[in-house]
């Protein structure tokens, strides 16, 4: 064989042999792009408690996916400067499928593996833009992160928050309102519903606020009995409470999530919520802040120096234990009034 005619074979071997490999890897693309984001959604699904996690799983889906179609892209291309030099070579020996229909056209396949890919990454793109509305980034700061983790925990916190009796949680309270005469109470951030249950219970008339919903159904599920009213509300406007005013305003955990730029324009809102003679209960959380939830640091002191000039005079009522046995974490009771 002569020497020009053995290269050119080598040449149509090799280049063959190039060409099946890429066709091969073509295949095996949309198979990496199932395995990548079935992967990776299944990470999502198993992290429900971690927003950030689930957002960057979702990202890299949809970054996954969009790649996968750009060297889907490139891949094609090549393998068709492969397929020209080959048909070239052999002429009569070439066998072409160029097609004339809808289903045999030319590019049928790539652009059907690429409308899958486009496909996964913006239903991946739409779940992670879903995931950080429900984890309250798209808020207005006002406590729109606490709200969605509350949203999202609601079930799980309720079973340990409904174990402690409300005596025991709140016996400040539970010494004030226990068998007196009925007053009206508002209690802002009513969670579960365990206090305003027991409250109503007690012959108090109550007014719940409450901007989880999650909260709200369990509340109505939980206590279904209890006489009060609920509304979908949240610091520091409280908008939807005009003309009522009350002898308590109950804030059970709540104050940690007001962004201390709010504080102020918060308190001097629930002043005007009460009756001459009312008080204000407040449960201060001491611990280490929590970004996820927007929690921020608290102290009597901050909160004495912002009542001052609202004319609310503070008591304190000691330091407690967590009850819910977190050693990190103290509580302390103090009414305003």
């Given at each position: 064989m002569p020497e020009n005619e053995t290269v050119r074979v080598a040449l149509y071997t090799q280049n063959s042999e190039n060409f099946r490999s890429l066709n091969q890897l073509m295949w095996q693309i949309p198979l990496i792009s199932m395995t990548l984001t079935g992967g990776l959604w299944f990470g999502v699904s198993r992290s429900d408690s971690l927003p950030l996690f689930q957002v960057c799983l979702l990202g890299l889906a949809a970054a996954g996916n969009i790649g996968l179609l750009i060297v889907l892209y490139r891949l094609r291309y090549v393998m068709e400067r492969y397929l020209g030099w080959l048909k070239n070579f052999d002429q009569g020996g070439y066998v072409g499928a160029p097609g004339d229909g809808f289903f045999t056209k030319p590019y049928m396949v790539r652009s059907?593996?690429?409308?899958?890919?486009?496909?996964?990454?913006?239903?991946?793109?739409?779940?992670?833009?879903?995931t950080m509305n429900t984890a309250g980034w798209f808020g207005d700061g006002s406590g729109s992160r606490a709200v969605a983790f509350y949203e999202r925990q609601a079930k799980d916190l309720a079973e340990n928050y409904e174990l402690v009796p409300f005596d025991q949680a709140h016996p400040v309270l539970s010494n004030e309102l226990g068998g007196k005469p009925p007053k009206s109470i508002l209690d802002v951030g009513a969670g579960t519903g365990r206090d305003v249950n027991w409250m109503a219970a007690n012959g108090h008339s109550v007014v719940a606020i409450e901007p989880a919903a999650s909260f709200r159904a369990l509340a109505a599920h939980l206590h279904p009995n209890a006489s009060a009213q609920w509304l979908d509300d949240r610091l520091p406007k409280l908008e939807k409470l005009?003309?009522?005013?009350?002898?308590?305003?109950?804030?059970?955990?709540?104050?940690?999530?007001?962004?201390p730029q709010d504080r102020p324009a918060a308190l001097a809102r629930l002043k005007t919520l009460l009756t001459p003679t009312g008080k204000i209960y407040i449960t201060l959380r001491l611990g280490p802040p929590d970004p996820a939830r927007e929690i921020y640091p608290v102290s009597v002191e901050e909160l004495r120096d912002i009542g001052v000039p609202l004319g609310l005079k503070l008591q304190e009522f000691g330091e407690r234990e967590d009850l819910l046995g977190r050693p990190e974490v103290k509580w302390r009771t103090v009414v305003l009034s």
């Amino acid at each position: 064989m002569p020497e020009n005619e053995t290269v050119r074979v080598a040449l149509y071997t090799q280049n063959s042999e190039n060409f099946r490999s890429l066709n091969q890897l073509m295949w095996q693309i949309p198979l990496i792009s199932m395995t990548l984001t079935g992967g990776l959604w299944f990470g999502v699904s198993r992290s429900d408690s971690l927003p950030l996690f689930q957002v960057c799983l979702l990202g890299l889906a949809a970054a996954g996916n969009i790649g996968l179609l750009i060297v889907l892209y490139r891949l094609r291309y090549v393998m068709e400067r492969y397929l020209g030099w080959l048909k070239n070579f052999d002429q009569g020996g070439y066998v072409g499928a160029p097609g004339d229909g809808f289903f045999t056209k030319p590019y049928m396949v790539r652009s059907t593996f690429q409308i899958m890919l486009l496909l996964a990454a913006i239903t991946s793109a739409i779940l992670m833009v879903a995931t950080m509305n429900t984890a309250g980034w798209f808020g207005d700061g006002s406590g729109s992160r606490a709200v969605a983790f509350y949203e999202r925990q609601a079930k799980d916190l309720a079973e340990n928050y409904e174990l402690v009796p409300f005596d025991q949680a709140h016996p400040v309270l539970s010494n004030e309102l226990g068998g007196k005469p009925p007053k009206s109470i508002l209690d802002v951030g009513a969670g579960t519903g365990r206090d305003v249950n027991w409250m109503a219970a007690n012959g108090h008339s109550v007014v719940a606020i409450e901007p989880a919903a999650s909260f709200r159904a369990l509340a109505a599920h939980l206590h279904p009995n209890a006489s009060a009213q609920w509304l979908d509300d949240r610091l520091p406007k409280l908008e939807k409470l005009t003309a009522q005013r009350f002898d308590w305003i109950v804030m059970s955990a709540v104050w940690m999530h007001v962004h201390p730029q709010d504080r102020p324009a918060a308190l001097a809102r629930l002043k005007t919520l009460l009756t001459p003679t009312g008080k204000i209960y407040i449960t201060l959380r001491l611990g280490p802040p929590d970004p996820a939830r927007e929690i921020y640091p608290v102290s009597v002191e901050e909160l004495r120096d912002i009542g001052v000039p609202l004319g609310l005079k503070l008591q304190e009522f000691g330091e407690r234990e967590d009850l819910l046995g977190r050693p990190e974490v103290k509580w302390r009771t103090v009414v305003l009034s």
